[in-house]
């Protein structure tokens, strides 16, 4: 009788030792895109994607997975690293995990092309009209010196902000909420462009979902 219940303590405690470990285990997985892998094509083709989404996008994620293992980053989510882990390994992998989040889910092969409701006139009041807007968008982007990102991002009261970040910034890092990003990593576009910045930029606006775009807007 005794030997039996000290087996079923074991048990238990094996049970919540599991269950623990599985908590602080917790991965971040590389998403599902909602579109096929050529689909983006011939703005974005199927080769980068493999190479953009399939390798350098999976190994940000792979090399956080490894870098916060028994750190007390390992429970938090993208959001929370990105806020609070100082300039460094984990908070680079990190800041591009959700940043490719944010550029590939934000993107569609039949996207709403154009802004619609709060989103289409908070666009109007900031920057004048929607063309104004991706005329000085396209500026910020093409004149990021080396690799980085250009955003779109709002206060919480709704103002919109276009901000450039080196390496793998992310406006969420001093208090904005990101909305669509753009990355000008030259892995991003060299298959397909080479050298042509400015010509990646313009296809862009091409697979832009402003539908995922006024949707997070909706929910800052
Ligand atoms: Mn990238």
Do not use: C
Not at 121 to 146: H, V
């Amino acid at each position: 009788m005794k030997r039996h219940f000290l087996l079923s303590a074991l048990l238990l405690l094996s049970t919540a030792i599991l269950a623990v470990s599985a908590q602080n285990a917790r991965k971040h997985e590389l998403p599902k895109l909602p579109y096929a892998l050529g689909a983006l094509a011939p703005k974005m083709s199927q080769e980068t994607l493999e190479y953009h989404y399939g390798k350098h996008y999976k190994a940000y994620i792979d090399n956080l997975n490894t870098l916060i293992q028994d750190t007390p980053y390992a429970g938090m989510s993208l959001e929370e690293i990105v806020v609070k882990a100082p300039n460094g390994p984990i908070f680079n992998n990190a800041g591009q995990s959700l940043n490719h989040q944010l550029f590939f889910l934000g993107m569609s092969p039949a996207p709403q092309s154009q802004p619609s409701g709060a989103l289409a006139e908070a666009i109007n009041k900031e920057f004048g009209s929607f063309d104004r807007f991706k005329a000085q968008f396209a500026r910020a982007a093409a004149g990021i010196f080396g690799s980085g990102w250009a955003w779109l991002a709002t206060d919480k009261a709704g103002n919109l902000r276009i901000t450039t970040e080196a390496n793998a910034g992310n406006p969420l890092r001093y208090g904005l909420i990101p909305l669509m990003g753009l990355d000008v990593w030259e892995h991003s576009y060299y298959i397909d462009y080479r050298n042509r910045r400015a010509e990646y930029i313009t296809n862009y606006w091409d697979l832009v979902d402003w539908k995922v775009v006024g949707q997070r807007y909706d929910r800052r």
